[in-house]
C-alpha cells in the first residue's frame, strides 16, 4: 500500500514562511513525478506546484510564483513546498500527491485525475 506521509503545516502570521514536506517509500518516489494541491473551505481544490521525476521540470500556479518553492531530496524520498510571504488566501488544506505513471523526462502533470495517491493534509493557516 502506497502511503504519503505530509508534515509541517501550522499556524502562521502573515509574511511568514512554512515548509512542507511529503514522505514515501523508495519505490514510489523513485518512479513519480509529485505534486501539492490545497483545497480552501468553499472552494475546488486547486494544483499549488507540482515537479517531476526530473527535478528541472516545475510548474507553479500564478498567485505563488516567487513566494513558494517546491523541490525533491531524492537521499530522502522527499518532497518539499518552501512558503515564503504567506498570504490569508494561502490558509488551505494542503495535500501532496504522486503520478506514478510520469515519464522520467516530461514535465509533471496538472490535472487532479493524473494523481494516483494522495496524502491526509496538512492544514495551513496564515493570520493577518
Known amino acids: 500500500q502506497v502511503q504519503l506521509v505530509e508534515s509541517g503545516g501550522g499556524l502562521v502570521q502573515a509574511g511568514g514562511s512554512l515548509r512542507l514536506s511529503c514522505t514515501t517509500s523508495?519505490?514510489?518516489?523513485?518512479?513519480?513525478?509529485m505534486a501539492w494541491f490545497r483545497q480552501a473551505p468553499g472552494k475546488d481544490r486547486e494544483l499549488v506546484a507540482a515537479i517531476g521525476r526530473s527535478t528541472i521540470n516545475t510548474y507553479y500556479t500564478d498567485s505563488v510564483k516567487g513566494r513558494f518553492t517546491i523541490s525533491r531530496d531524492n537521499s530522502k524520498n522527499t518532497m518539499y513546498l518552501q512558503m515564503s510571504s504567506l498570504k490569508p488566501e494561502d490558509t488551505a488544506v494542503y495535500y501532496c500527491a504522486a503520478d506514478v505513471n510520469a515519464i522520467l523526462s516530461s514535465p509533471p502533470r496538472t490535472q487532479d485525475y493524473a494523481y494516483d495517491y494522495w496524502g491526509q493534509g496538512t492544514q495551513v493557516t496564515v493570520s493577518s
Open positions: 523508495r519505490r514510489t518516489y523513485g518512479r513519480a513525478a
